[in-house]
């Protein structure tokens, strides 16, 4: 079974499960409901029984049955409530570890849901866990209640039913009109919301270029849109929600008008009068409630629309057993790749080469050639379209991602580091092994430079704002990427940030990761790099130009780069 399967079965099962646990939440709702007739039959017993007949054991003897009942109404109520709570827990526990698993790939793939969805898995255990779910659970029992005022008087049952009928006309007008400025509202917050996010991660660029006032400029104008939509939607709102209440007020004087016209007829007694008027509260209170708590039915449905579609249409990868350690032979198959936008271009075309243990490929080629796009393949980032990267003769894209990650070491050219302690930034934010720690550390050069920082290797880094030169940083990257020993490693313009002494440290460490055997591969364009390579790749417009040892590629473009001068020469003669 494929991950996409794994998925839409997750997401089935936990509707299955969650339909269970709601039986469950019924079956309480159901003695819950019957026993709210306690306080009406408590009232009638008064009325009609003992003020009639002054019995004062009658009436002790109705008070402690009618406490007992409620008593355990009561009871019943608290695991109600206990059962939501756990089920929202439950949920929360299944769906946002597997949100994250299928998070970066998404990410990857030109989906920003990830970034959102722990926030729906939150709201959506917040109106599971809220009153919501017991209105839901307490609508059915409208009618029961309704049948009952019918029996104790069929013109009280009449004023009752039109009453319902009223308020729940007066939820579905709500609904109606409010849905879909809801609906534009909240998508409208939700990309605002994310693009300010992102916007204001780059907050030195916002500051020392003063474009903090156009950031304001473009977030109100976006904003305005949804201001006037909220302004619609509160003024729709307050009158239906008002409607509702002068309605319900009403229907309520009414029962009694009606009911005491009845008594005063002899057609119903006084304690039958205030039990159907409490009959009719406890009737319409699931209503008056569900007109309040539609938003939240609307908003939990919607949430669970995007949740389905994530989980059925995120495309994760299959992956394979837990392989052993690789030695570390690299080889890249006829590997292709495409893009993904409406007219499709090819990113990478047939790309064939070999790395074995302890030999150091330096691609290279102009902006926009692959170079960058080709690391990632090789580290199993992205899917091929095409071809594969095998490691040992096992894909690295369908390798298990745990797993593999023990393996690679990966310094992308974008540097980011995780707003945690640089300990915990070089362990890849696992469990801490702080010999391992250190040792990464002094292979990257950097073991003094963390020392002399205020609180060493627990020195926190935050993900815009760091005490760190754009050097040091890169420093702490490398350290990650050789934490663990691992066997491949892949560097993305690794010096770009460097001063003389950081580079000085980083060819040290390429030359011990050499002796150790390790597969390396670097994209660079500084000579003294270069030189330590064994074998290059020129890539240009995502094509291999020209491949072989470093003195053969060299020599070559050596000869090109000659013969070029020698034209320009005779053309300027």
Aim: proline share 3%.
């Amino acid at each position: 079974m494929n991950q996409h399967d794994k998925n839409a079965n997750l997401y089935t099962y936990l509707y299955h499960s969650c339909q269970h646990a709601l039986l469950y939440i019924g079956l309480f709702s159901l003695f819950i409901n019957l026993f709210m007739l306690t306080i009406p039959v408590y009232m009638m017993q008064i009325f009609d029984r003992v003020l009639a007949a002054r019995n004062y054991q009658t009436l002790i003897f109705l008070t402690l049955i009618a406490a007992f009942i409620l008593l355990i109404l009561s009871i019943l109520d608290m695991v109600r409530i206990r059962i939501a709570g756990r089920i929202s827990n439950w949920l929360d526990e299944r769906l946002s570890p597997a949100a994250l698993l299928s998070g970066p790939d998404c990410i990857l793939n030109g989906n920003n849901y990830p970034q959102l969805v722990l926030k729906d898995i939150a709201q959506l255990k917040s109106i599971l866990s809220g009153s919501f779910l017991f209105t839901l659970m307490d609508t059915p029992w409208v009618p029961i209640y309704l049948l009952v005022i019918v029996l104790i008087s069929p013109l009280l049952g009449v004023v009752a039913t039109v009453g319902a009928i009223l308020l729940f006309a007066i939820a579905i007008m709500n609904q109606r009109l409010t849905h879909k400025i809801q609906t534009k509202i909240d998508n409208s917050s939700m990309m605002n919301t994310f693009n300010t996010s992102n916007t204001l991660r780059h907050a030195e660029v916002i500051q020392a270029m003063g474009m903090l006032g156009h950031l304001i400029n473009g977030w109100q104008e976006k904003n305005k849109k949804s201001l006037e939509l909220t302004e619609e939607l509160n003024k729709l709102s307050s009158v239906i929600i008002s409607s509702s209440k002068f309605a319900r007020m009403l229907l309520q004087v009414l029962i009694l008008a009606v009911g005491a016209y009845l008594v005063l007829n002899n057609q119903i007694t006084g304690g039958m009068m205030i039990a159907a008027s409490i009959l009719m509260s406890r009737a319409l209170s699931p209503v008056d409630q569900a007109i309040g708590a539609w938003k939240q039915f609307q908003h939990g449905k919607e949430i669970m629309e995007r949740l389905k579609a994530h989980f059925e249409n995120s495309s994760q990868r299959n992956t394979s057993i837990k392989l052993p350690k690789p030695k570390g032979l690299l080889s890249v198959e006829g590997l292709c790749l495409s893009s993904s936008s409406a007219e499709p271009r090819m990113i990478l075309e047939d790309i064939h080469f070999k790395v074995k243990p302890g030999e150091i490929l330096a691609l290279l080629g102009p902006s926009a050639a692959g170079k960058t796009t080709l690391a990632r393949l090789i580290c199993g980032i992205v899917k091929p379209t095409s071809g594969s990267v095998r490691l040992d003769g096992a894909d690295v894209y369908h390798w298990d991602r745990n797993d593999f990650g023990h393996y690679v070491g990966y310094l992308p050219q974008d540097i980011e580091l995780f707003s945690a302690s640089i300990k915990d930034n070089i362990a890849r934010l696992g469990p801490v092994d702080e010999l391992a720690v250190i040792k990464a550390a002094q292979l990257a050069g950097c073991h003094d430079m963390i020392l002399h920082l205020p609180n060493g290797y627990e020195s926190l880094i935050q993900s815009s704002i760091s005490q760190l030169s754009g050097g040091q940083r890169q420093r702490v990257a490398l350290a990650r990427a050789l934490y663990g020993d691992p066997q491949l490693i892949v560097l993305d313009e690794p010096n770009s940030n460097l001063d003389a002494e950081g580079e000085f440290a980083l060819l040290n460490a390429l030359l011990k990761l050499k002796e150790q055997k390790c597969t390396i591969v670097v994209i660079s364009h500084r000579p003294n790099l270069i030189q330590y390579a064994d074998n290059i790749v020129l890539l240009s417009d995502g094509k291999i130009k020209m491949a072989g040892t470093k003195e053969k590629v060299l020599a070559k473009l050596q000869l090109i780069k000659t013969e070029h001068q020698q034209r320009s020469s005779y053309g300027m003669g």
